[in-house]
C-alpha cells in the first residue's frame, strides 16, 4: 500500500489568511541536510510506493535552490519506491524558474481561493487574489497544473452560489475545505464553519453539480461519491490514514500528519535518528492515533457509514481536545448528512419506479433521463482513477 510523506520547508507564510491554523511567523526553514537525512530514514523504511506533499506555512518560501537539490535527492535516492510529488502553496512566489524545476518531476500544483476576488481578499487579505492568480499563470505557462482549494467559513457560506458561480464561470474544479477552529487563536470558532452548516453546504453543492453536470468538477463530492460507491474510504479523512501518513517539519521532526506540525506534543521521533515503524509506534502521538481508530471501532460500529468514513479526520477530533480522545471528528454531522443523502437518492433511484433511467448517461440519445446521482457517479466514476 502506498503512503504518504508531507515534507514542510516551514511553519512561516507571507499571507494573513484570518482564519489560517497553520502558519507561524519566524519559523526556521528545512535545510538541504534534513531532505538528505529524509532520504536515509526512508532507504530501508518501507517497500511501498511513496508520496510527497510539501506543505506549511509556505512551501516556496525555501527558494529555488531547495527544490533544485531536493527533488533529485527525493526522486533518484529513494527511486526503488517510485516517488511521486505534490505541492500545496498560495503560489505568491511563483518564478519561472521555480516552475520550470517543479515541471521536470510534473509535481501538481494545489493553491487556495476563496471565490470572487471580493470574497477571498477579504478573508485572505487584500491583493491575495492578484498575487495568486498571477502565479498561477506562471505556473500554467511553464506546464504545471494547478487546482484551487476554496475555504468554506462562516461568512462566506452565506455567499455560497455566488463562490460556486465563480468557480463554474472560470472553468476551475472545485474542491471545498471546511475552515477549522483556529485552535492558536483566542476566537477559535469565529471563521470556523459549523458542522450543520458543512452538511447544508455539501448537500446543496450535491445539487448544483447535478444541475451543472459536465460543467464542473466538484471533487470533494466525486470522493463522496465514490466512498459510498465502493463502500471504502478515497481520501485520508475517510480512511485510517494513522501509520500511512507522516509529516516532517522544518527541524526534521516527524507528526502523524501536517496539521499536527509544531505541537511538541505529537513528534513522534526525528528524521536523523531514521527512525523504523517499531521506532515511532513506541511514541505517545502513535499510540493516541491508534487508540482514536479503536474508539472509532467502537464508538461508529452501528453507523452504517463506518466502513467508508472511519471516524473522520482524527486531528479534528483530538487537537481541539487537548489531545484528549473524547468524541469522534465533530464533522461527523455533515459526513452523515451528506453520505445519507448520497444513499437515500442512489437508492431512490435504482429502486424507484423509474429505474430505467439511472442506467443512461445524461449524453444518450433520444431518452429524457433526469440527471441524478447515478448519472453523476457513472460520469465521474469513468473519468476517475
Ligand atoms: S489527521 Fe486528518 S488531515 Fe491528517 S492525514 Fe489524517 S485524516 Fe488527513
Ligand atoms: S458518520 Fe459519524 S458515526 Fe458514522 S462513521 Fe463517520 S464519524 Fe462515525
Not at 520547508?9 to 541536510?33: F, Q
Not at 502565479?135 to 460556486?164: M, P, Q, W, Y
Not at 485552535?183 to 452538511?199: F, H, M, Q, T, V
Amino acid at each position: 500500500m502506498a503512503f504518504h510523506v508531507m515534507l514542510i520547508p516551514t511553519l512561516n507564510c507571507p499571507a494573513k489568511c484570518s482564519y489560517c491554523w497553520s502558519s507561524e511567523k519566524g519559523s526556521p526553514l528545512m535545510s538541504i541536510e534534513t531532505i538528505k537525512e529524509v532520504v536515509e530514514w526512508l532507504k530501508n523504511f518501507r517497500d511501498e510506493p511513496v508520496t510527497f506533499t510539501f506543505h506549511g506555512g509556505e512551501p516556496l518560501l525555501a527558494g529555488a535552490d531547495f527544490y533544485r537539490e531536493a527533488l533529485p535527492l527525493l526522486a533518484d535516492g529513494l527511486s526503488h519506491m517510485k516517488p511521486a510529488f505534490a505541492l500545496q502553496t498560495n503560489l505568491w512566489m511563483m518564478t519561472p524558474e521555480l516552475a520550470r524545476i517543479l515541471a521536470k518531476y510534473n509535481i501538481p500544483i494545489g493553491s487556495s481561493l476563496d471565490g470572487p476576488r471580493e470574497l477571498t481578499d477579504l478573508q485572505r487579505g487584500k491583493g491575495y487574489f492578484e498575487k495568486t492568480m498571477k502565479g498561477s499563470e506562471i505556473a500554467r505557462s511553464n506546464g504545471l497544473k494547478v487546482s484551487f482549494i476554496c475555504t468554506f467559513t462562516s461568512h462566506s457560506v452565506k455567499f455560497k452560489e455566488d463562490i460556486f458561480n465563480f468557480f463554474l464561470e472560470n472553468g476551475i474544479t472545485l474542491k471545498l475545505h471546511p475552515a477549522l477552529p483556529s485552535i492558536r487563536d483566542e476566537n477559535p470558532e469565529k471563521w470556523a464553519l459549523s458542522p450543520e452548516e458543512y452538511g447544508e453546504l455539501l448537500v446543496y453543492l450535491l445539487d448544483k453539480y447535478i444541475e451543472n453536470i459536465g460543467k464542473i468538477e466538484i471533487m470533494n463530492i466525486d470522493h463522496l461519491c465514490k466512498c459510498v460507491f465502493t463502500s471504502r474510504g478515497t481520501v485520508c479523512t475517510f480512511v485510517d490514514c494513522m501509520g500511512d501518513t507522516f509529516a516532517v517539519g522544518p527541524d526534521g521532526n516527524i507528526y502523524p500528519c501536517y496539521r499536527f506540525i509544531g505541537m511538541p506534543e505529537y513528534v513522534m521521533g526525528n528524521v536523523k535518528d531514521h527512525p523504523g515503524m517499531e521506532d515511532l509506534a513506541r511514541s505517545d502521538a502513535w499510540k493516541l492515533m491508534f487508540q482514536y481508530k479503536e474508539y472509532v471501532d467502537r464508538e461508529c460500529k452501528d453507523c452504517r457509514y463506518i466502513k467508508f468514513c472511519r471516524g473522520g479526520c482524527p486531528y479534528n477530533a483530538i487537537a481541539p481536545n487537548k489531545g484528549e480522545i473524547r468524541s469522534v471528528d465533530p464533522h461527523c454531522i455533515a459526513y452523515k448528512r451528506i453520505f445519507k443523502e448520497i444513499t437515500d437518492r442512489w437508492e431512490n433511484e435504482f429502486f424507484g419506479s423509474s429505474a430505467l433511467p439511472m442506467f443512461m448517461l445524461p449524453d444518450q440519445p433520444g431518452k429524457e433521463a433526469k440527471p441524478g446521482i447515478m448519472s453523476l457517479m457513472m460520469k465521474r466514476l469513468s473519468s476517475m482513477d
